[in-house]
């Protein structure tokens, strides 16, 4: 196994991928959509800045997507662009490799959490959009017996030099999930281990970063080494670690489906066995309680992660050596409410709702706000019509007390 992922194998990797979508482009089989957002009186309102695929605020927002299928092989690609940036987004690769086993590269979110809305979400916990999707690759595999599916996967990727990092950290990723799956219900439980490794900084030097090291990082085992640690220093998992107990159950009543959730974080032992208590992320969502609308509730609590010091003395997303936390190109990879600099324990209320009007108007609404000390409420508004294979609208965010952001959003299936 390569230490790294080298940046030359990732510019040959884009290149393939980009001559492959190329070829796509000429097929029935393509698909694609394109979304423009033009902001005049753009101001850096929370939902402009957030969520938002690890783009700056701007003026001028345009996304396009496409995605094509040809035998056993997957190919799905995207940029985005705005006034003064270009950036190719989630792109990737995924391939069948024998019977429910697939392998995947490029530049990708998650594949865990599935159930999750995340145009309605605050965010997931672990990986959300709002930072770039990072490079990674990856093997998913699945195993059905009786009503019972099992999901997992194993994936390694890379961070990159920045001012704190003279050597780019390692990613490792994986989970597993046991789903009871039934004619009108769904349940499932997993864990999703992340942990951040391997790469140096300026202070500390190049941390250890060998295939016995990695070995290490898979089963969270102790580091002995003095160089990071000292002589007699306490000694704690290999790199950075944090994951999720990951709960879900959906319920389905005729054309109703009700879906509830919780994503319980942690970052060492005592998160894992709970002594943080229920922090995490709590999730409703209720589709078709009215006709065509999705109306999503969740309440995210980071209150206990340091309620029992020096067991239960965490600072979630935040980390002493690897001093950038849990972000990519400066952006928090999971929820945007928690942040990897400096994180103070919080309780937010969150409502997310679509509604859709075949042929006609679509309703977007997102509300959010901190409960447990005195916060601006943060919205966006979105209205649009649908026009032939156009979707022409307005966008509007603000904070409570602030000036509005009003946008226009244009949007062309292909």
Not at 108 to 126: A, I, K, P, T, V
Request: with cysteine; aromatic share 16%; net charge neutral.
């Amino acid at each position: 196994m390569s230490n790294r992922l080298k940046k030359s194998n990732i510019k040959n990797y884009y290149i393939l991928l980009l001559a492959t979508l190329f070829t796509a482009l000429y097929s029935q089989d393509f698909e694609s959509n394109s979304n423009l957002e033009l902001n005049p009186n753009f101001s850096n309102q929370w939902w402009s800045q957030y969520n938002n695929y690890g783009q700056e605020s701007s003026k001028i927002n345009f996304r396009y997507n496409g995605k094509y299928q040809k035998n056993k092989t997957n190919y799905y690609f995207s940029v985005l662009a705005s006034k003064d940036r270009f950036t190719i987004s989630e792109s990737f690769i995924k391939s069948e490799l024998f019977h429910n086993t697939y392998l995947k590269a490029g530049r990708y979110y998650r594949d865990f959490s599935l159930y999750l809305n995340d145009d309605l979400s605050s965010g997931s916990m672990l990986v959300s959009n709002n930072a770039e999707p990072m490079p990674k690759i990856g093997i998913l595999s699945a195993y059905d017996y009786k009503d019972l599916d099992f999901t997992f996967g194993i994936a390694h990727g890379s961070f990159e030099k920045s001012e704190v990092y003279t050597k780019a950290p390692m990613l490792h990723e994986k989970f597993i999930y046991i789903n009871l799956i039934r004619n009108d219900y769904e349940f499932g439980i997993g864990i999703v281990h992340e942990a951040m490794w391997g790469g140096g900084t300026t202070e500390e030097g190049n941390f250890p970063s060998s295939l016995r090291d990695f070995f290490k990082v898979l089963i969270s085992a102790d580091d002995t080494s003095p160089i990071i640690f000292g002589e007699d220093s306490h000694q704690n998992a290999l790199g950075n670690h944090l994951g999720i107990w990951d709960f879900y159950y959906i319920k389905n009543i005729k054309d109703r489906s009700t879906k509830f959730y919780y994503q319980h974080f942690f970052e060492d032992t005592s998160g894992l066995r709970f002594w943080n208590r229920l922090d995490g992320l709590w999730g409703i969502e209720l589709s078709n309680y009215i006709k065509n609308t999705n109306i999503l509730f969740e309440y995210l609590n980071t209150e206990n992660q340091d309620r029992d010091p020096p067991y239960v003395n965490d600072r979630y997303y935040n980390h002493y050596q690897y001093t950038d936390g849990w972000s990519y190109k400066g952006y928090t990879i999971g929820n945007p409410f928690i942040n990897h600099l400096d994180n103070n324990p919080s309780k937010v209320f969150h409502l997310g709702i679509i509604k859709n009007y075949p042929n006609q108007y679509n309703y977007k609404l997102l509300l959010s706000r901190k409960i447990n000390k005195s916060d601006p409420l943060k919205y966006e508004i979105c209205i649009s019509k649908n026009a032939n294979q156009f979707l022409i609208g307005a966008i509007i965010t603000g904070e409570e007390g602030q000036s509005n952001n009003l946008g226009v959003k244009i949007s062309y299936q292909l």
